[in-house]
C-alpha cells in the first residue's frame, strides 16, 4: 500500500476514535440543548383571542405511523377542550407545545376504541402537568360512565404509585383519573341539538350522527365570539350533521375514499386475508366519502373544511387528490387533509383564518 495510502487511512482511523471518546459529551450537549429550547414550550401562550383548532390525531384504527388516532384540540380564549383521545394523542399535544396540564375538558363522540384507547395517558398528563386537585372531566352520550370507569379502575395503581413516589403537591390523589359527564341526547331521528357546555363565551352543543351500528354516536359545534367549527365524529351521511353545519366557519370531518379502500380490499383478498378483506368491505357503510362531505358542506354554507381520520393510510401528500376525489370539484371553499400538528386559527372579530404547523418529534 502506498505510504500516502497509509497516512490517510490512519488519519481516518484517529479520526473515528477521536470521535467516539468525544460522543458522549457531544451528544450530552446537544440533548441540553434540544431541552432547554424544547421542554415545557407553551407555543399556544401568544395566541390570538378566538377559536383555534389544533390536530392531534388524524388516524385511523387502521396502523399509519405518520397519525395518531382521533384527536382534535380545540382552544377557545385560553380554555383548552379535546375531542377524542386516541391512541398517541395525549404524547402529540405534549410534542406540540400544548400543555397537558391546561386540558379542561374532553369530549367523547362514540366509544369506539380509537376514539378512546388514549384516554389513560391524556388523564395521566393532564394530572401531573398541573398537578390537578380534581378528575378531567370527560364529557360524552350515556355510557360515557363505564368508559371513565374502567380507565379509573385500571389506572388505579399506576396513580397510587405516582402519588407515592412525588408527594400529594405533584400528583394529588384527588385529581387522578376522569369524571364522567354524561348528556341526554335528541330524540333519534332529530336534527336537534342539545347545549352539553357553556361558559365564558363558549357554547358547545351536541346532535347525533349516523354511524350505526356504533349507538350513540354524536358530533359536536363549538361557538366561540362569532366563530364556530364543526366537528364531525364518526359517520356516513347524516342530516343532523348538514343542519349543525349551517354557516360554520370550518367544518372538521371524518373521510373514507371507497375507490382507495377498494384496493386495499383487492389486495387483502389476493393475499387470502379474508378477515381483514372483510372489514374493510364493512366499513365502508358508516364513513364519509370526501365527496359526500364536499356536497354537504357545499350545500350548509360551510366556509372551510378539514378531513381527518382519514382511510385508508395515505401516506404522502402526492397522494391527496386521489384520496379527495371529487371533492374540489364539489365545494368552491378551501380544503385541507389534515396532518398531525396543523393548527386552524378563526381570530374573534373577524373572518380570517390563520394556519401554522406545530412541530411533532
Known amino acids: ?36 429550547q424544547r421542554a415545557g414550550v407553551d407555543r399556544i401562550a401568544d395566541l390570538p383571542d378566538g377559536l383555534h383548532v389544533a390536530l392531534c390525531g388524524t388516524g385511523s384504527p387502521l396502523p399509519d405511523p405518520s397519525r395518531a388516532a382521533a384527536c382534535t384540540v380545540v382552544i377557545a380564549g385560553k380554555h383548552i377542550f379535546v375531542v377524542d383521545s386516541g391512541e398517541g394523542g395525549a404524547r402529540n399535544i405534549s410534542l406540540m407545545g400544548i400543555p397537558n396540564g391546561r386540558i379542561e375538558a374532553v ?11 388514549g384516554l389513560g ?11 390537578a386537585t380534581s378528575p378531567l372531566p370527560i364529557y360524552g ?74 349507538d350513540p354516536a354524536v358530533g359536536y359545534r363549538f361557538d366561540y ?18 343542519e349543525a353545519s349551517r354557516g360554520a366557519d370550518m367544518l372538521l370531518h371524518e373521510g373514507l375514499q371507497p375507490k382507495l379502500v377498494g384496493l386495499m380490499t383487492a389486495a387483502l383478498t389476493k393475499r387470502g386475508n379474508a378477515n381483514i378483506a372483510q372489514i374493510t368491505r364493512d366499513i365502508l357503510g358508516y364513513h ?41 370539484r364539489l365545494y368552491d371553499g378551501p380544503i385541507v387533509v389534515g396532518e398531525d400538528g396543523m393548527m386552524f386559527s378563526m381570530p374573534a372579530g373577524s373572518r380570517g383564518f390563520e394556519f401554522r404547523r406545530l412541530p411533532i418529534g
Not at 367523547?108 to 380509537?114: A, E, I, Q, R
Request: aromatic share 8%; net charge positive.
Open 121 to 131: 395517558p391524556m388523564m395521566l398528563l393532564r394530572w401531573t402537568g398541573n398537578g
Open 1 to 36: 500500500m502506498p505510504s500516502k495510502m497509509i497516512v490517510s487511512a490512519v488519519v481516518a482511523i484517529a479520526a473515528i476514535v477521536g470521535f467516539a471518546a468525544f460522543q458522549g459529551p457531544i451528544g450530552a450537549a446537544v440533548l441540553g440543548t434540544a431541552f432547554a
Open 225 to 242: 365570539k362569532g366563530r364556530s367549527v364543526v366537528i364531525s365524529g364518526d359517520t356516513a351521511e347524516s342530516s343532523s350533521l348538514a
Open 141 to 214: 352520550p350515556p355510557g360515557v360512565e363505564r368508559v371513565v370507569a374502567g380507565f379509573d379502575a385500571g389506572y388505579a395503581l399506576d396513580s397510587g404509585y405516582r402519588t407515592a413516589h412525588h408527594g400529594q403537591k405533584i400528583a394529588p390523589s384527588s385529581g387522578a383519573g376522569g369524571v364522567a359527564k354524561p348528556f341526554a341526547l335528541p330524540p333519534r331521528g332529530s336534527n336537534a341539538r342539545v347545549t352539553v357546555f357553556s361558559g365564558d363565551g363558549l357554547t358547545v352543543t351536541a346532535f347525533r350522527v349516523n354511524h350505526g351500528p356504533v
Open 107 to 117: 369530549f367523547l363522540t362514540h366509544f369506539h376504541s380509537d376514539h378512546i384507547d
Open 288 to 328: 364519509a366519502s370526501p365527496e359526500l362531505v364536499a356536497r354537504e358542506a357545499q350545500a350548509a354554507g360551510v366556509r372551510f373544511v378539514v378531513f381527518t381520520h382519514i382511510i385508508p393510510q395515505t401516506p404522502s401528500r402526492m397522494m391527496y387528490p386521489a384520496w379527495l376525489g371529487d371533492a374540489r
